[in-house]
């Protein structure tokens, strides 16, 4: 098989005695590393190796991996730094098994996962899958409420896996699995710094593959600790998607536009309101200020209602349902921002590919 020969570098006859291969880029986070796998070696099913590249981080994970060097099929690679896309091909041209599951060194698997993927493949077979995430009962309240707003229908979180949908399922890097000879055959992950998984994601579903959410396999993800790691990744995401627009034209749907127009929309009310404010302050007596206030007000009280109630619902945390207002805003807000700052430089000025806070966003 050409596909498996490509990626088999190292042993470059192709190999199926393995079921699993899980690929696992890390950047500096020891200690997440540990967390996951830790959680490896709880799986019911153990038909699977570990890989662990190690993206140039200047905090390795080396200790921690020979700790679980007894327990688990295990192998470490230590390489210079070129972003997770990059990392993980690396990792899959190491691998052995017949399937490639990637994942984010920040995330924990349920002990059931890999018998959930097992019974999923055993019903129906495909050539890629995915699978949601939630938060752990050990994350802060920042940390639930950015699972949240990621993973919510109410700020279109729906996109990234579940039950409820809003388009087609694309699986993402932080729970990711293909056949490794279709990976092979794709070419693997691209150079794209940012939106790299979705890349692929659309390039398997252009190749014909057959590709299939898995509701049961999901994980716990941690993503960003803070609601300022969180603006520069959403606000990378909505440059990403103009990239990816500019390199599939059919991939931009109407849901990839909510965030800019949510964004738009609280622009305009926020001027509204601060509109009203001047009128009320000019002239008292007038009842148009404080119309004009409550008229621009109203929506974003009532959405940040919606979201308070769900997330607290959800959470069991009045804390985490106020949290989740701020960042329901900024998930929208900062994909919105990110999107129209990468449309006018992309499609308006004509400028090549770009991103931004590339030296801080994988910190």
């Known amino acids: 098989d050409i596909g498996c020969l490509r990626f088999n570098t190292i042993n470059p006859i192709c190999t199926t005695d393995m079921k699993y291969s899980f690929i696992i880029p890390v950047y500096n986070r020891p200690d997440e590393v540990d967390e996951l796998l830790d959680s490896l070696t709880r799986q019911e099913c153990r038909d699977f190796e570990v890989v662990v590249v190690e993206d140039g981080s200047a905090v390795p994970c080396r200790d921690v991996c020979d700790r679980y060097a007894d327990r688990l099929d295990l192998h470490y690679y230590n390489k210079e730094n070129s972003g997770p896309g990059q990392s993980r091909n690396y990792g899959a041209e190491r691998a052995q098994g017949e399937y490639l599951i990637v994942l984010d060194s920040d995330v924990v698997l349920p002990p059931g996962y890999l018998s959930a993927v097992d019974a999923e493949l055993a019903e129906r077979e495909c050539d ?72 692929f994601s659309i390039r ?46 059919e991939s931009l749907k109407l849901v990839h536009l909510l965030p800019m127009v949510f964004t738009v929309g609280v622009a305009l009310l926020a001027v509204m309101a ?71 430089k992309r499609c308006v000025c004509g400028k090549s590919e770009f991103s931004a806070y590339e030296k801080t966003f994988y910190k």
């Not at 919510?152 to 979180?157: A, L, V």
């Not at 057959?210 to 909505?238: E, I, M």
Request: charged share 20%; proline share 5%.
């Open 274 to 344: 601060l509109v009203g404010a001047g009128v009320w302050a000019a002239c008292p007596q007038t009842t148009v200020g404080p119309w004009l206030m409550a008229l621009a007000l109203a929506p974003l009280v009532l959405y940040s209602l919606i979201i308070c109630i769900d997330a607290t619902r959800s959470a069991r945390s009045l804390r985490v349902g106020v949290l989740s207002i701020a960042s329901a805003f900024i998930q929208l807000t900062g994909y919105g921002c990110g999107f129209l700052s990468a449309w006018w």
């Open 204 to 249: 398997i579903f252009k190749a014909g593959c057959r590709c299939r959410l898995f509701p049961a396999a999901w994980v716990w993800h941690k993503r960003r600790t803070d609601f300022r790691k969180f603006w520069r990744q959403v606000y990378n995401s909505g440059i990403a998607r103009i990239n990816l627009y500019k390199k599939y034209p």
């Open 128 to 199: 890629a899958f995915g699978g949601p995430d939630s938060a752990h009962p050990s994350f802060t309240p920042v940390q639930k409420a950015i699972s949240y707003s990621m993973t919510s229908f109410f700020t279109t979180g729906g996109i990234r896996g579940g039950k409820k949908k809003l388009d087609k399922f694309y699986p993402r890097s932080f729970n990711m699995g293909i056949r490794r000879d279709v990976y092979g055959r794709l070419g693997g992950f691209s150079r794209m710094r940012f939106g790299e998984d979705i890349d």
